[in-house]
């Protein structure tokens, strides 16, 4: 496993056509619906982590709120720098370090942007960054894959044609991580690209954020915010207070 393949893989122009069909609708809609649960103000101050292209960044901050987004992808903020505004901000950044202490209302991890490193330490520092950045009343919104559900449903090759581009995807289980392993062509050259994503269950998580001083507002099961059930739900998301 390369320590730094989100690094390579993130940073690559094919890593965006590969996922541009994901639903942005799908995501507005969502981010709609947990802020208007969570009852936030308007100029509540959001940190976006692990932003990407700040498509989610941008949606909280059209819905008023005071955003930074930042991601560890230069290509990704350099993309993203250009949607700046006086309440929306970019900035390189990784999210197991601390950006700015007690600054933030609520911190966001959005569609599974976690669970990339080798290390399992590496976990607990991004969820204690986070509480070192919340306001002493601040909420952090995580939201993951259901791993049991993925592992029960995974399918262990597909294809996908995008701009012309065969991507071919391989996944199987490695070393307690999703690995997914993409090759294609493009103009006479080959590409291979891997992506890890560890499988941290439900179970997993409880014993990481209570370690690290958070306490469980809610859980739900999905984007329409149903609740959680580790046999069905397609997403495992988290409302955790300090």
């Known amino acids: 496993m390369d320590l730094q393949w989100f690094v390579k893989w993130f940073n690559s122009p094919y890593y965006h056509i590969l996922y541009k069909n994901r639903s942005l609708t799908e995501a507005e809609d969502f981010i709609k619906k947990i802020t208007t649960y969570l009852e936030l103000a308007p100029n509540t101050k959001i940190l976006d982590l692990a932003c990407g292209k700040g498509r989610h960044s941008i949606t909280l901050n059209k819905l008023g709120f005071d955003v930074l987004g930042i991601d560890l992808a230069t290509a990704s903020i350099e993309f993203a720098k250009q949607f700046e505004n006086e309440t929306l901000k970019f900035e390189v950044h990784d999210m197991r370090e601390v950006y700015h202490p007690n600054e933030f209302d609520v911190i966001v991890n959005l569609f599974t942007s976690f669970g990339y490193f080798k290390e399992y ?75 890890y994503v560890r499988l941290i269950y439900a179970k997993d998580f409880k014993e990481i954020y209570e370690k690290e001083g958070f306490k469980l507002d809610k859980q739900f099961g999905n984007y329409n915010l149903d609740a959680f059930d580790e046999k069905n739900s397609d997403r495992l998301i988290l409302i955790l207070k300090k």
């Open 121 to 195: 330490q590496d976990n607990f520092k991004v969820f204690e960054a986070v509480k070192q950045q919340l306001k002493t009343t601040g909420i952090f919104v995580f939201d993951y894959l259901n791993a049991e559900k993925v592992v029960a449903q995974m399918i262990p090759y597909e294809e996908k044609i995008i701009d012309g581009i065969v991507f071919k995807i391989t996944k199987s289980i490695e070393n307690g991580f999703i690995k997914k392993e993409i090759d294609f062509e493009d103009k006479g050259e080959s590409f291979h690209f891997e992506e």
